[in-house]
């Protein structure tokens, strides 16, 4: 024990140092006062974002692009609400995160104070975890257990609420030495004679195919991964949030399923007879209609959260455990089958791969060109080519999210960053921010909108301020593009409120800021402006004019199998 009393905004950032924190992203307001009053001559870095949910989106950045916990930091009151979509956003995929907030003093809690809000409340449906700290004592344990609640098991966001008196008071600090949660268990090892029997159903099928989720990259699991998929042979996909598991130039890697997945993944999952579920919730979107899905499969599934087993989808062998664990014990008892067990199926294994290639040349994922207009599928054929599988893309959601999960490569895990499950507008730009920080020696492109983009503009003071050599890439189509898409396919084409007016001049704006910003809409022209804004030191904002009313094929309507894809634009019908 310290002999020196300290503050517990003091005792705090002893924690957070203590948990290898290096960076938080906030910004400060009346009741964290003493907090940054600390900070000021300690160590941690701090970022002062623009808005408090763009500090959840960059802690999420942060946390994406290393696997490490994420740490925002907001007031009480409208700076605590305004963490609320980035806390639902992290929960939605599984980030790990750690959000601190004032709270007013305790003594004036339920006084309807200046700033005040029920954070506690508010947060507790968007947090995997949170907590109300009213006392100094109890700080250290709980910081210390936030940070262990939100890395362990299925990630998440924890958030912790602290009194200002909490921050003021004097105490002596005395290190955790260690974690014991009796109601929180994490099961990670996986049922011995599960993986057995799972070996053996992977061998007694035909037509197995590996369906992989964001669970293997949250368990820094690709080696493991990549191991078992070479063992098994197997075609694989990887989800929206799974891309990167596996290198985008291995052979076995076909591409993303479901919505705007390619035909031949979703052909391949509705024909599948084994599907290999690793790390994933069976979301609607990959699914469809969920009871024409894989309707001839039986389904191995391994996942470290319980309460995803047999959610959605019915698990005819369920695992539950950690991947980085599992996969290499699944593996090892594949190879220990008796040989002719595991040639026992090879013949139809063949013909099944004959069958998926087939598809893939039938209707492959195709970047669209043409010499009058850029084509939004250029456009990210174009930074796939600057990328070469290494850059980290931080996207925003929409139109050019599906293009860039489609078209460019991943070779690595954590360099694909976008909202999935919630799907928030504006959080490419501030992810990007995050990512950035992580993996200063990385090339980063913010891949947004002009929809997405014009949540978070405020955002590019945070990257002239730090110099973040950040390339933005707007796809500028002048539509809410996603939902022009299902207003002109689902809705008699009667485009209600989606066309964006007004868009900046981006070298105006970009120079106010006091870097280069520059537009292209030439298709000639834009490879080389995009080569000029990754050769450029510092950051740059290219704002690319594509043809606005293209849409994202293949497409599976609403409430349609993954199989009922609509593979191209509607042609008119002759009279």
């Given at each position: 024990?310290?002999?020196?009393?300290?503050?517990?905004?003091?005792?705090?950032?002893?924690?957070?140092?203590?948990?290898?924190?290096?960076?938080?992203?906030?910004?400060?307001?009346?009741?964290?006062?003493?907090?940054?009053?600390?900070?000021?001559?300690?160590?941690?870095?701090?970022?002062?974002?623009?808005?408090?949910?763009?500090?959840?989106?960059?802690?999420?950045?942060?946390?994406?692009?290393?696997?490490?916990?994420?740490?925002?930091?907001?007031?009480?009151?409208?700076?605590?609400?305004?963490?609320?979509?980035?806390?639902?956003?992290?929960?939605?995929?599984?980030?790990?995160?750690?959000?601190?907030?004032?709270?007013?003093?305790?003594?004036?809690?339920?006084?309807?104070?200046?700033?005040?809000?029920?954070?506690?409340?508010?947060?507790?449906?968007?947090?995997?975890?949170?907590?109300?700290?009213?006392?100094?004592?109890?700080?250290?344990?709980?910081?210390?257990?936030?940070?262990?609640?939100?890395?362990?098991?299925?990630?998440?966001?924890?958030?912790?609420?602290?009194?200002?008196?909490?921050?003021?008071?004097?105490?002596?600090?005395?290190?955790?030495?260690?974690?014991?949660?009796?109601?929180?268990?994490?099961?990670?090892?996986?049922?011995?004679?599960?993986?057995?029997?799972?070996?053996?159903?992977?061998?007694?099928?035909?037509?197995?195919?590996?369906?992989?989720?964001?669970?293997?990259?949250?368990?820094?699991?690709?080696?493991?991964f990549r191991s078992f998929v070479e063992a098994v042979d197997a075609p694989v996909v990887c989800t929206l949030m799974g891309l990167g598991a596996l290198p985008a130039d291995h052979p076995n890697f076909i591409s993303m399923p479901g919505m705007h997945g390619s035909y031949a993944a979703n052909m391949g999952m509705t024909h599948s007879d084994l599907i290999i579920a690793l790390g994933v919730r069976f979301d609607d979107r990959v699914t469809g209609r969920l009871a024409a899905f894989a309707p001839h499969a039986r389904v191995i599934h391994?996942?470290?959260?319980?309460?995803?087993?047999?959610?959605?989808?019915?698990?005819?062998?369920?695992?539950?455990?950690?991947?980085?664990?599992?996969?290499?014990?699944?593996?090892?008892?594949?190879?220990?089958?008796?040989?002719?067990?595991?040639?026992?199926?090879?013949?139809?294994?063949?013909?099944?791969?004959?069958?998926?290639?087939?598809?893939?040349?039938?209707?492959?994922?195709?970047?669209?060109?043409?010499?009058?207009?850029?084509?939004?599928?250029?456009?990210?054929?174009?930074?796939?080519?600057?990328?070469?599988?290494?850059?980290?893309?931080?996207?925003?959601?929409?139109?050019?999210?599906?293009?860039?999960?489609?078209?460019?490569?991943?070779?690595?895990?954590?360099?694909w960053i976008n909202s999935g499950g919630l799907g928030s507008m504006g959080f490419g730009l501030p992810a990007a921010i995050g990512a950035q920080f992580a993996r200063p020696d990385k090339l980063v492109f913010a891949v947004v909108g002009d929809g997405g983009f014009q949540m978070s503009i405020p955002e590019l003071a945070t990257i002239a301020n730090h110099a973040l050599p950040i390339k933005i890439v707007v796809m500028n189509n002048g539509y809410l593009g996603m939902v022009r898409q299902w207003q002109e396919l689902f809705y008699n084409?009667?485009?209600?409120?989606?066309?964006?007016?007004?868009?900046?001049?981006?070298?105006?704006?970009?120079?106010?800021?006091?870097?280069?910003?520059?537009?292209?809409?030439?298709?000639?022209?834009?490879?080389?402006?995009?080569?000029?804004?990754?050769?450029?030191?510092?950051?740059?904002?290219?704002?690319?004019?594509?043809?606005?009313?293209?849409?994202?094929?293949?497409?599976?309507?609403?409430?349609?199998?993954?199989?009922?894809?609509?593979?191209?634009?509607?042609?008119?019908?002759?009279?």
């Open positions: 024990m310290s002999s020196n009393l300290l503050s517990g905004a003091r005792i705090l950032l002893h924690c957070l140092a203590s948990e290898n924190v290096e960076c938080i992203f906030g910004y400060p307001g009346g009741v964290t006062l003493p907090l940054y009053d600390a900070l000021y001559d300690h160590p941690i870095r701090h970022v002062l974002v623009r808005h408090e949910q763009n500090a959840a989106f960059a802690a999420q950045g942060y946390a994406r692009a290393t696997g490490k916990v994420g740490v925002c930091c907001a007031t009480s009151g409208p700076g605590a609400t305004n963490l609320v979509t980035g806390l639902v956003d992290a929960l939605m995929d599984s980030i790990p995160l750690v959000a601190l907030t004032g709270q007013v003093p305790t003594k004036l809690m339920g006084s309807d104070a200046f700033q005040e809000a029920d954070t506690f409340g508010i947060t507790r449906s968007a947090t995997k975890h949170n907590f109300l700290v009213k006392n100094i004592a109890e700080l250290p344990q709980v910081i210390h257990e936030a940070f262990y609640i939100a890395a362990s098991g299925r990630p998440g966001p924890v958030l912790v609420d602290v009194t200002k008196d909490v921050f003021q008071s004097q105490s002596h600090y005395t290190a955790v030495a260690e974690i014991h949660l009796p109601g929180y268990r994490v099961f990670s090892e996986g049922h011995s004679g599960q993986i057995r029997r799972a070996a053996q159903m992977i061998w007694e099928a035909g037509q197995p195919f590996i369906y992989a989720g964001g669970g293997i990259i949250a368990a820094n699991a690709a080696g493991e391994v996942d470290i959260d319980p309460a995803e087993i047999s959610k959605n989808r019915h698990a005819d062998l369920p695992i539950v455990g950690d991947l980085k664990r599992v996969l290499p014990k699944l593996e090892a008892e594949l190879n220990a089958l008796a040989a002719e067990l595991r040639e026992k199926n090879s013949a139809r294994r063949q013909a099944w791969w004959k069958q998926i290639r087939e598809w893939k040349e039938e209707h492959p994922l195709r970047a669209e060109r043409s010499d009058s207009e850029i084509k939004p599928q250029h456009l990210i054929a174009e930074i796939d080519r600057l990328s070469g599988g290494r850059a980290i893309v931080a996207s925003d959601v929409g139109q050019h999210q599906m293009w860039a999960a489609q078209l460019i490569r991943f070779n690595e895990p954590r360099l084409n009667r485009l209600s409120e989606v066309a964006l007016a007004g868009f900046p001049d981006v070298e105006k704006l970009a120079g106010a800021y006091g870097f280069t910003g520059r537009t292209v809409e030439d298709p000639h022209e834009m490879p080389k402006a995009l080569e000029e804004a990754v050769h450029t030191p510092g950051p740059y904002l290219l704002n690319v004019k594509v043809s606005p009313f293209e849409n994202v094929f293949p497409m599976v309507p609403a409430g349609g199998a993954i199989h009922e894809m609509v593979l191209r634009p509607p042609q008119p019908v002759a009279v």
